[in-house]
């Protein structure tokens, strides 16, 4: 379905954008895949472009991450404006890394337009993904924050926990993010520790997923439970239990690795 690239073709009629302003996505409520706007219905807005990056190829047609005018106007009664969250579940899993993929890039490249060495006004690069800084030969790479989460188990129960500063009822799993110097193993312990104080042994990789809130790289987790009492850091989670797998709360969406994690170990006992 995607096909990354960062050298776009000379020219393509065919061209798909995933359109955002004020770092928000605009989603066509008359589209099937309605954060993709095509050529002719991008040209027919005349909306200003701010920044532009090629993305690679959906289907096999250009697609590129535009970021509009703060001060264009947008039809609310077709446009969707809103985050990411608003489409997640609702597209196609691929289609979603690729909107994520976008929103990263400009997020990117409107925080380097200075060199943060010298000062100077830094330009992206035309031969890969990079923003250079001429005078003083700076380069910086699209940055990914990598974040451990892990579901612990203890035989047929879930550690689930609710955070703190989430408004609803849902429970989820664990995670944190990789601190310098760590190994991912040494994070999981750590967090684990920090958030909920318990122990736990045997952590086994299960998949990762990119999240784009705003760019972390999640790294799924099993872990037995090894020792101690649940005592929530009450600064990061509200609440944490175990829960029977028969008798979960509500979850995370199966679009999440979150879900995933919980939905493929209970599917083993069940």
């Known amino acids: 379905m995607f096909r990354p690239d960062h050298i776009p073709p000379d020219s393509a009629d065919d061209e798909l954008h995933i359109v955002f302003q004020r770092g928000q996505l605009l989603s066509d409520m008359r589209a099937a895949d309605s954060c993709l706007i095509g050529r002719r219905q991008l ?14 190829y959906w289907h096999d047609r250009p697609c590129y991450a535009l970021e509009i005018d703060e001060v264009e106007e947008v039809d609310p009664l077709q446009y969707q404006v809103g985050n990411l969250y608003q489409i997640l579940g609702r597209v196609d899993e691929q289609l979603f890394a690729l909107a994520g993929r976008a929103a990263q890039l400009l997020d990117w490249e409107r925080d380097h337009r200075f060199c943060g060495r010298c000062g100077e006004q830094m330009r992206l690069d035309t ?14 790479f699209p940055r990914i924050a990598p974040c451990v989460i892990v579901l612990v188990t203890r035989g047929e129960e879930l550690l689930l926990a609710r955070n703190a500063n989430f408004p609803g009822p849902m429970y989820s799993t664990l995670a944190g993010f990789i601190e310098a110097g760590e190994t991912v193993e040494q994070t999981l312990v750590r967090e684990v520790r920090e958030e909920v104080g318990i122990e736990v ?6 998949q990762s997923q990119s999240w784009p809130f705003p ?6 987790f099993f872990a037995d439970y090894a020792g101690g009492e649940i005592v929530c850091d009450q600064r990061e989670i509200a609440d944490a239990q175990w829960f029977h797998y028969r008798e979960l709360p509500m979850i995370p969406p199966p679009s999440s690795v979150a879900g995933q994690l919980i939905r493929h170990y209970t599917s083993q006992l069940g």
């Open 201 to 206: 042994a045997r952590p086994r990789y299960f």
């Open 127 to 140: 031969q890969e993904r990079a923003m250079r800084c001429g005078p003083c030969g700076t380069v910086n």
């Open 215 to 220: 760019n972390q790289l999640m790294l799924g």
């Open 43 to 56: 040209d027919a807005h005349r909306w200003r472009v701010q920044r532009r990056q090629f993305l690679g």
